[in-house]
């Protein structure tokens, strides 16, 4: 039998249960004695296994299996569920998705799963504890430093901003007294060119002297192998430091190989999983009655195409409105109001296609916000709401690593610990809102936390430490503006680096991912209470409404979304307050911006009135005016690129072909309010 023509439908299937999997054990995990559950956690597993050896995948079939044998055992009241066994079946879980991707990325889904399988073995014999203990004794603390995804994607990003990666293992003499003490000096000097991403033993273990004589770290620097090397010789009782540059293959290489055979005694985290998990719903959620749907699948590509050819559609739509106002045809125009009906309705549906709830990207959630929690040793309940709330399809696939970055920022720093929380009368277990909602034509995803909020004082300290505000001007900052260097490239508040935070890489990333889709976030803050991030994303990236306006000879188009009002003013309104032109507008002073002046276009002269068309904008809590020539109209456009030659244009970010053929820009207000 041609296995080829099924292995897409084995992918998707394998994605669903490995979905089921995670989100039911996750349910089991809160209420272990709850039966149901661990009857459609079997029938997932053996789903899988029978699918993934009908296909020869005999590594998914044999890992499964040894699953069921522990669930059989548990659905029939003879084996009681414990945090080891959850782990194993986590783990196995991890496994299972690790080798399903490697069959999406071509290969062969093999993997060595013989660690993982010794136990579940050893759960089903009863031999499990004295198994686990001896896991533990022949576990080596210099083991192959591993990479989670997250720190992955974090080294990937810096080497595509100008930064070297590099893996350096550190000898110390042997006859070294504190080798705590000379390891700090070497992670003191490496801080201080750099950021260490990594470090095996992890920083806790290196403190406690409990590593051998050497240690290794993935470290990001601009300066060169010659020059880190001699950083670190510097320091005195320093044997060597082998230092290797890594590159984007040979990253990818070692995080691959990485996961093929993780470490069972430790929790994988894996921060771009696709799998779903069950966790605390709001309040006003209520469960829905299982319906039947009626779906099918269909390539991501081929919805590209499909609005690709509609978004020609619409600008020959245009082109026709206008050619039919020239000739001025009853039959025609009758024609030509009729299919604008019909592609409108078409558009809406074409547009619907390529909505995807929040929920596949918030289900990976629970089982991260799970292990990390773990690891920290913290209580922590993650609580889900609004998440079929919709998104375009390419929003959705580069939404979830900034989350990422958030949720472990708000439960790292956020969430205090299990003392501290008892301490100041909190309950011992932390929350963590991630809820999502429409409002106009954005969506809005806000991730909220009780914990112990932002230090404005240390923060502010921080910023002009490093030079990012000076003294004189930190004095007249507000609140707002204060938690925003907590974005700055490089800053971080924590007190010594771990393998989750303080580093100063992450929320830099949030910011530049955001704006690259065309939103934002802001920060609200309460000392002892809690923080919370609002980020706010466009609906779509394809097709938007847009006002049409002409500055001199030239047309452009600004996003509705961005537009407050328009008007029009006396020129004599307009006053110059230290050299900038500012209005008064609902009670406030906002700034003006001449479009003719910014965007370098030749004025008529004769066009000189004593009154001006405004555009009023806004970008968060800010507004600016902007003088423009003529209000032409609302109207949907079509968003292009400039291509690969028409980078980093100030204020521009796209273009629109008009029904008269001519190519509009398409203005950044955010661009310019900033």
């Given at each position: 039998?041609?296995?080829?023509?099924?292995?897409?439908?084995?992918?998707?299937?394998?994605?669903?249960?490995?979905?089921?999997?995670?989100?039911?054990?996750?349910?089991?995990?809160?209420?272990?004695?709850?039966?149901?559950?661990?009857?459609?956690?079997?029938?997932?597993?053996?789903?899988?296994?029978?699918?993934?050896?009908?296909m020869?995948?005999?590594?998914?079939?044999?890992?499964?299996?040894?699953?069921?044998?522990?669930?059989?055992?548990?659905?029939?009241?003879?084996?009681?569920?414990?945090?080891?066994?959850?782990?194993?079946?986590?783990?196995?879980?991890?496994?299972?998705?690790?080798?399903?991707?490697?069959?999406?990325d071509?290969?062969?889904?093999?993997?060595?799963?013989?660690s993982?399988?010794?136990?579940?073995?050893?759960?089903?014999s009863g031999?499990?504890?004295?198994?686990?203990?001896?896991?533990?004794?022949?576990?080596?603390?210099?083991?192959?430093m591993?990479?989670?995804?997250?720190q992955?994607?974090?080294?990937?990003?810096?080497?595509?901003?100008?930064?070297?990666?590099?893996?350096?293992?550190?000898?110390?003499?042997?006859?070294?007294?504190?080798?705590?003490?000379?390891?700090?000096?070497?992670?003191?000097?490496?801080?201080?060119?750099?950021?260490?991403?990594?470090?095996?033993?992890?920083?806790?273990?290196?403190?406690?002297?409990?590593?051998?004589?050497?240690?290794?770290?993935?470290?990001?620097?601009?300066?060169?192998?010659?020059?880190?090397?001699?950083?670190?010789?510097?320091?005195?009782?320093?044997?060597?430091?082998?230092?290797v540059?890594?590159?984007?293959?040979?990253?990818?290489?070692?995080?691959?190989?990485?996961?093929?055979?993780?470490?069972?005694?430790?929790?994988?985290?894996?921060?771009?999983?696709?799998?779903?998990?069950?966790?605390?719903?709001?309040?006003?959620?209520?469960?829905?009655?299982?319906?039947?749907?009626?779906?099918?699948?269909?390539?991501?590509?081929?919805?590209?195409?499909?609005?690709?050819?509609?978004?020609?559609?619409?600008?020959?739509?245009?082109?026709l409105?206008?050619?039919?106002?020239?000739?001025?045809?009853?039959?025609?125009?009758?024609?030509?109001?009729?299919?604008?009906?019909?592609?409108?309705?078409?558009?809406?549906i074409?547009?619907?296609?390529?909505?995807?709830?929040?929920?596949?990207?918030?289900?990976?959630?629970?089982?991260?916000?799970?292990?990390?929690?773990?690891?920290?040793?913290?209580?922590?309940?993650?609580?889900?709401?609004?998440?079929?709330?919709?998104?375009?399809?390419?929003?959705?696939?580069?939404?979830g690593?900034?989350?990422?970055?958030?949720?472990?920022?708000?439960?790292?720093?956020?969430?205090?610990?299990?003392?501290?929380?008892?301490?100041?009368?909190?309950?011992?277990?932390?929350?963590?809102?991630?809820?999502?909602?429409?409002?106009?034509?954005?969506?809005?995803?806000?991730?909220?936390?009780?914990?112990?909020?932002?230090?404005?004082?240390?923060?502010?300290?921080?910023?002009?430490?490093?030079?990012?505000?000076?003294?004189?001007?930190?004095?007249?900052?507000?609140?707002?503006?204060?938690?925003?260097?907590?974005?700055?490239?490089?800053?971080?508040?924590?007190?010594?680096?771990?393998?989750?935070?303080?580093?100063?890489?992450?929320?830099?990333?949030?910011t530049?991912?955001?704006?690259?889709?065309?939103?934002?976030?802001?920060?609200?803050?309460?000392?002892g209470?809690?923080?919370?991030?609002?980020v706010?994303?466009?609906?779509?990236?394809?097709?938007?409404?847009?006002?049409?306006?002409?500055?001199?000879?030239?047309k452009?188009?600004?996003?509705?979304?961005?537009?407050?009002?328009?008007?029009?003013?006396?020129?004599?309104?307009i006053?110059?307050?230290?050299?900038?032109?500012?209005?008064?507008?609902?009670?406030?002073?906002?700034?003006?911006?001449?479009?003719?002046?910014l965007?370098?276009?030749?004025?008529?002269?004769?066009?000189?009135?004593?009154?001006?068309?405004?555009?009023?904008?806004?970008?968060?809590?800010?507004l600016?005016?902007?003088?423009?020539?003529?209000?032409?109209?609302?109207?949907?456009?079509?968003?292009?690129?400039?291509?690969?030659?028409?980078?980093?244009?100030?204020?521009?970010?796209?273009?629109?072909?008009?029904?008269?053929?001519?190519?509009?820009?398409?203005?950044?207000?955010?661009?310019?309010?900033?």
């Amino acid at each position: 039998m041609e296995m080829n023509q099924y292995l897409a439908m084995f992918i998707e299937e394998s994605k669903d249960h490995l979905q089921s999997l995670n989100e039911n054990l996750l349910k089991l995990e809160n209420k272990s004695d709850d039966i149901e559950v661990v009857q459609v956690i079997f029938r997932s597993a053996h789903t899988l296994k029978g699918m993934s050896a009908t296909m020869g995948y005999q590594d998914i079939a044999s890992l499964t299996h040894e699953m069921e044998n522990v669930l059989d055992l548990v659905r029939n009241n003879k084996l009681a569920m414990n945090g080891g066994i959850f782990d194993a079946l986590f783990k196995s879980t991890d496994y299972l998705e690790i080798m399903v991707q490697d069959i999406i990325d071509g290969g062969t889904g093999k993997a060595d799963v013989s660690s993982v399988v010794v136990v579940l073995q050893s759960i089903v014999s009863g031999d499990y504890k004295k198994q686990a203990g001896n896991e533990r004794n022949n576990s080596s603390i210099g083991q192959e430093m591993e990479l989670d995804e997250f720190q992955y994607s974090i080294l990937e990003q810096s080497l595509d901003t100008g930064f070297s990666v590099y893996y350096i293992k550190v000898s110390i003499r042997d006859d070294c007294v504190l080798k705590a003490a000379r390891a700090y000096m070497v992670f003191d000097v490496l801080e201080r060119h750099g950021e260490v991403v990594k470090s095996s033993p992890s920083v806790q273990e290196i403190e406690q002297e409990r590593f051998d004589k050497h240690f290794t770290v993935y470290y990001l620097s601009k300066q060169d192998e010659k020059e880190i090397n001699q950083l670190i010789v510097n320091v005195s009782e320093i044997d060597t430091a082998e230092i290797v540059s890594l590159d984007k293959e040979t990253l990818s290489q070692i995080i691959k190989k990485d996961y093929d055979s993780p470490d069972l005694n430790q929790p994988v985290i894996l921060a771009n999983q696709e799998v779903a998990a069950t966790t605390t719903q709001s309040p006003t959620t209520k469960a829905a009655p299982a319906t039947m749907n009626r779906t099918i699948r269909v390539d991501i590509e081929r919805l590209d195409v499909l609005m690709n050819l509609f978004s020609e559609l619409l600008i020959d739509r245009v082109r026709l409105e206008v050619l039919g106002e020239e000739i001025k045809r009853n039959d025609l125009s009758e024609t030509i109001e009729h299919m604008s009906r019909v592609s409108s309705d078409l558009q809406n549906i074409v547009l619907k296609l390529r909505m995807v709830p929040v929920e596949s990207v918030f289900n990976r959630f629970p089982r991260m916000i799970r292990d990390l929690a773990k690891s920290l040793d913290k209580k922590v309940d993650l609580v889900l709401s609004g998440e079929d709330t919709e998104l375009d399809r390419t929003v959705i696939d580069e939404i979830g690593d900034p989350l990422v970055h958030l949720l472990r920022n708000s439960l790292d720093h956020g969430i205090e610990s299990t003392a501290d929380r008892i301490k100041a009368g909190k309950n011992e277990t932390g929350t963590i809102n991630l809820r999502a909602f429409h409002s106009g034509n954005h969506v809005f995803i806000e991730i909220e936390d009780d914990g112990r909020g932002i230090n404005r004082d240390k923060v502010l300290q921080i910023a002009i430490k490093n030079n990012i505000v000076s003294p004189e001007r930190a004095q007249t900052l507000t609140d707002e503006e204060i938690y925003r260097f907590l974005f700055a490239p490089g800053f971080s508040t924590a007190d010594k680096i771990s393998d989750i935070s303080g580093r100063g890489v992450g929320l830099d990333v949030v910011t530049t991912r955001i704006s690259t889709l065309g939103g934002h976030v802001n920060i609200e803050s309460k000392p002892g209470l809690g923080t919370k991030f609002s980020v706010q994303l466009p609906l779509t990236l394809s097709i938007i409404g847009a006002m049409l306006i002409r500055v001199s000879e030239e047309k452009y188009a600004i996003p509705l979304s961005s537009i407050v009002e328009t008007a029009i003013i006396e020129k004599s309104r307009i006053r110059k307050v230290h050299g900038k032109m500012m209005i008064d507008f609902r009670n406030t002073v906002i700034p003006v911006i001449a479009l003719d002046d910014l965007l370098n276009c030749t004025r008529n002269e004769e066009e000189v009135k004593n009154e001006h068309e405004i555009v009023i904008v806004r970008k968060g809590d800010k507004l600016a005016a902007l003088i423009v020539d003529e209000l032409i109209g609302q109207q949907e456009i079509v968003l292009k690129t400039l291509g690969k030659y028409l980078t980093d244009l100030f204020a521009i970010s796209g273009a629109t072909i008009l029904g008269d053929g001519q190519v509009a820009l398409i203005l950044d207000t955010n661009a310019m309010i900033k």
